[in-house]
C-alpha cells in the first residue's frame, strides 16, 4: 500500500450531523461506546465529509483514509488487543460501522472487509503463526487485505464456485478467478476461498506478490464510487501450505465472516439513514414554499415521521441483536434479518430524503444521493435482500428454497 | 514534568438552553454534555505533548458529581495517566478554584493548565483564582507554550499584538485556541482509559460567598426586515433610524 495523501477540492459544506435517538436508546449504551461513537463521529467529519463528494465524483478511492482508519482503531475494534484489535465488544464495533457508514458507505466497506471478512478469519481460522505474521499488520493498516468469495459466475451461490487448490508438495496451486472484490486492486493480501480436489471449501491467504496472481480494477460503477473494486485472477499460483487456515472446513468458514460483516453493516446502515433523516428534517425546516417552510406540509410531516420511525426501530433492532452477539449467542438468521431490514429501511429513508430535499436533493450540495446510489450495492453484497428472505424463510419453515 | 490539568463539562453547543426553579438553575435535563472544547482541545492536548516531549505525568481533575466520569473517561482516553474527581456539585467558580487549589498543594504539580474559559458560563476565572490560592504566577489565554527545562515561554494575544512571558514552573496558565490542536481519541486509548487510575475525593468545606439570583436568556432576534432594492431611500432610513449605524 503506497503513501497517499488527500488530493482534490474540499467541499465548502459544514457537515452539521446530529444523531438522533427518540427512544433514548443512549440510556442502554456504556460510557465505552459513547466515547467510541462521539471519536468516530468528530474523526468522520474531520476526515470524510469534507473529501468525500468530490472524491466519489471522480470514482477515486481516498486511500489516504485508510491510515486514518487504522489510527482511529476501525479495524478489528473487537479482536484481542494482543493481535492489535480494540477488545472491544460487538456493540462498540456496531456503533463504530454506524458512523463509518453515516459518513460515506464505502468508507464502512473498508472497514467491514478489513476487520470482519480478513482479520477476523485469520484471528478465528488461522493458526498462531499466521495470526501473528498478519493481524498486527492489517491493524495499523501497514496491510491492506480483500476478501474473496463471489465468482463472475457464482454470487448468490458460493457452493458453486470453481476456483480449486491442487496439492503439489508443500504447496497448493489455486486456479480460478473471484469477482465484486472490495479493494482487491490494492491489496497485499487476500483471504481467498477455493475448493479442495475433494470440493470442499477451504481457505487461503494469498500475497499480492505471488506469481500468476493479478488484482484488475472494476471500472464503471455508479454505487460506492469512492471504493475501489476489482477482481482476483489466480493463473497456477503457488500458495505455501503454511498459508491454508487450518481451523475451518466447509462453506461455514466464509460464511461466519459474512455473518460478522452483515452484522456490521446491519449498524452501518441506521448511520446512512441518519444521515439522510438528519438533512432533511433540516432542508424541510430551511426550505420555505409557499410562504411557509416545507416542513409545514403534512406530506413532510408524514415522511420525516415515518423515517424516524423506521430509524428508531432498526436502532432497537441493533441494540437487541448487539447484546445477542455480546453473549455470543446472535444466530447468522438473526443477523440476515438486521442486515436485510436495515438496509432496505436506510435505502427507503434515502428516496424519501431525496423527495424532501426536491431538485437539491439530486446534487452533491446534500449527503442524500450519494447514500442513496451507494446503498443500493449495500442491499447486493454480503447477501442480497432477496437472498436474506430465503434465509428468513427456510429458518421460520424449514424448507430450503435455495434447492 | 508533573502537570494538572482542569477539565469541566459543559452543554453541548447545540443544546436548547432553558432555566428552572424560577429562573435561578440550569435545567440539565436532556441536555447532551461534552468536555468544555478548551479544557480538551488545548489544555488537555498540550500537556500531553508536554509530556510526550520531556516525560512526566498528566492528571486531569474535575469537581463534580459521578456523572461526570464520562468526562473524565474522555480525558483518558485522550491520553491523560490519571484523574481526580472532587465529589461535589460545584455552585461558583470559587468553590472549585479552591477545592481544586486544596488538591494541588499536596502534589507538587509543576504546572495547572485550564481552558480560558467554559463555553456555558464563559467566566474565565477559575485559573486565576487557582493561581492565586497557590500564590503561582498565572497566564491567561496562552496560545503558544515552550518549555526548556525549568523555564516556559508563553505568548497570549493581546489587542493588536503578542505579548510573550518568561517564567519558571510552577505556574498556571490558561490555555486558549492555537495552543494545541483537537485530539481526537482512538479505540485503544477509550480501552486503555478503563484501567486507568481515578479517584473520588470529597471535597473541602467551603461556603460560598456569592449566590447565583436568577438567569435570563438574550431577547430574540428580530425577524430580518427586507427591503425592496429600488427603494434605497428605505435601507438608508432603516439604517439610520432602526439600525442606527449610519
Ligand atoms: C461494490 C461491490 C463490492 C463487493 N465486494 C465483495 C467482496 O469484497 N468480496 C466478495 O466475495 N464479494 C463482493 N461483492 C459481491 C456481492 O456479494 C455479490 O454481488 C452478491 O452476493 C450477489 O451476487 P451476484 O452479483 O452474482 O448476483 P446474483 O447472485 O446473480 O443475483 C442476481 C439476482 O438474482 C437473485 N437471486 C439469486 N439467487 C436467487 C434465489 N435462489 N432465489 C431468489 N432470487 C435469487 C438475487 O437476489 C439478485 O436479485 C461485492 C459486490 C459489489 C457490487
Not at chain 1, 465548502?12 to 457537515?15: H, I
Not at chain 1, 460503477?221 to 464510487?225: A, G, P, Q, V
Not at chain 2, 474559559?117 to 476565572?125: L, M, V, Y
Given at each position: 500500500m503506497p503513501d497517499h495523501q488527500a488530493n482534490g477540492v474540499k467541499s465548502?459544506?459544514?457537515?452539521r450531523f446530529q444523531g438522533h435517538d427518540y427512544y433514548n436508546?443512549?440510556?442502554?449504551?456504556?460510557d465505552d461506546h459513547l466515547l467510541a461513537r462521539d471519536a468516530v463521529r468528530n474523526w468522520v467529519k474531520q476526515e470524510v465529509s469534507p473529501i468525500i463528494e468530490d472524491y466519489s465524483n471522480r470514482a477515486e478511492c481516498p486511500y489516504h483514509l485508510f491510515k486514518g482508519l487504522a489510527e482511529i482503531g476501525a479495524f478489528g475494534p473487537s479482536l484481542p488487543e494482543e493481535y492489535g484489535g480494540g477488545g472491544m465488544d460487538e456493540i462498540a464495533y456496531g456503533i463504530i460501522m454506524q458512523e463509518l457508514e453515516r459518513g460515506y458507505s464505502g468508507v464502512r466497506s473498508m472497514a467491514s472487509v478489513q476487520g470482519s471478512l480478513v482479520m477476523y478469519p485469520i484471528y478465528r481460522f488461522g493458526s498462531e503463526e499466521q495470526r501473528r505474521k498478519y493481524l498486527p499488520k492489517l491493524a495499523s493498516g501497514e496491510m491492506i487485505g480483500c476478501f474473496g468469495l463471489t465468482e463472475p459466475d457464482h454470487g448468490s451461490n458460493p457452493n458453486g464456485m470453481i476456483t480449486n487448490i491442487k496439492e503439489d508438495g508443500d504447496h497448493y496451486i489455486l486456479n480460478g478467478a473471484k469477482m465484486w472484490i472490495t479493494n482487491s486492486p490494492v491489496a497485499d493480501v487476500a483471504v481467498v476461498w477455493a475448493k479442495d480436489e475433494e470440493g470442499i471449501v477451504r481457505g487461503v491467504i494469498v500475497e499480492k506478490d505471488m506469481p500468476g496472481f493479478s488484482a484488475p480494477e472494476i471500472h464503471g460503477?455508479?454505487?460506492?464510487?469512492a471504493s475501489i473494486t476489482g477482481e482476483l485472477v489466480f493463473e497456477d499460483v503457488r500458495v505455501p501450505k503454511a498459508n491454508i487456515l487450518p481451523k475451518v472446513k466447509g462453506l461455514k468458514g466464509p460464511l461466519s465472516c459474512l455473518s460478522k460483516a452483515r452484522y456490521g453493516i446491519a449498524w452501518g446502515a441506521i448511520g446512512a439513514a441518519m444521515d439522510c433523516y438528519d438533512s432533511a428534517l433540516r432542508y424541510s425546516q430551511e426550505r420555505i414554499q409557499f410562504g411557509k417552510?416545507?416542513?409545514?406540509?403534512q406530506l413532510t410531516q408524514k415522511k420525516l415521521a415515518e423515517m424516524i420511525t423506521e430509524i428508531t426501530k432498526a436502532q432497537l433492532l441493533a441494540w437487541r441483536l448487539g447484546t445477542l452477539a455480546n453473549e455470543g449467542k446472535a444466530t447468522p438468521a438473526q443477523i440476515s434479518m438486521a442486515k436485510r431490514n436495515n438496509v432496505h429501511m436506510a435505502l427507503e429513508i434515502a428516496r424519501e430524503s431525496r423527495q424532501i430535499h426536491g431538485g437539491m436533493g439530486s446534487t452533491n450540495e446534500y449527503p442524500v444521493m450519494r447514500h442513496m446510489m451507494n446503498l443500493e450495492t449495500v442491499l447486493t453484497y454480503e447477501g442480497t435482500h432477496d437472498v436474506h428472505l430465503l434465509i428468513t424463510g427456510l429458518d421460520i419453515t424449514g424448507l430450503n428454497a435455495f434447492s | 514534568m508533573k502537570l494538572l490539568v482542569c477539565v469541566s463539562k459543559t452543554p453541548d453547543t447545540t443544546a436548547k438552553i432553558a432555566f428552572k426553579d424560577n429562573n435561578s438553575a440550569?435545567?440539565?435535563?436532556?441536555v447532551q454534555f461534552i468536555m468544555n472544547p478548551y479544557d480538551e482541545w488545548y489544555a488537555l492536548v498540550r500537556a500531553l505533548e508536554v509530556k510526550e516531549a520531556v516525560g512526566g505525568s498528566v492528571t486531569i481533575i474535575n469537581v463534580g458529581p459521578a456523572a461526570n466520569d464520562t468526562i473524565i473517561r474522555k480525558g483518558l482516553a485522550i491520553g491523560a495517566d490519571s484523574a481526580v474527581r472532587i465529589d461535589a456539585n460545584p455552585q461558583s467558580a470559587m468553590f472549585v478554584a479552591r477545592q481544586i487549589a486544596e488538591y494541588a498543594k499536596g502534589e507538587d504539580f509543576d504546572a495547572i493548565f485550564v481552558g480560558k474559559?467554559?463555553?456555558?458560563?464563559?467566566?474565565?476565572?477559575v485559573g486565576a483564582m487557582v493561581a492565586e490560592l497557590l500564590d503561582q504566577p498565572y497566564i491567561s489565554f496562552a496560545n503558544h507554550l515552550e518549555l526548556d527545562g525549568k523555564v516556559a515561554t508563553i505568548s497570549r494575544e493581546i489587542e493588536g499584538g503578542v505579548e510573550v512571558a518568561e517564567l519558571e514552573v510552577p505556574f498556571v496558565l490558561s490555555a486558549a485556541k492555537g495552543l494545541a490542536e483537537q485530539r481526537i481519541p482512538n479505540m485503544r486509548g477509550i480501552m486503555m482509559a478503563k484501567r486507568k487510575p481515578l479517584k473520588v475525593v470529597p471535597p473541602t468545606a467551603f461556603e460560598d460567598q456569592a449566590v447565583v439570583v436568577s438567569y435570563e436568556l438574550p431577547p430574540a432576534k428580530a425577524a430580518v426586515k427586507m427591503v425592496d432594492p429600488e427603494n434605497l431611500d428605505e435601507l438608508v432610513r432603516l439604517l439610520h433610524e432602526e439600525a442606527k449605524v449610519i
Open positions: 465548502a459544506r459544514e457537515d436508546i443512549d440510556a442502554l449504551l456504556s460503477k455508479w454505487s460506492l464510487r417552510p416545507i416542513g409545514q406540509f | 440550569f435545567e440539565e435535563d436532556g474559559e467554559t463555553i456555558d458560563h464563559n467566566g474565565s476565572e
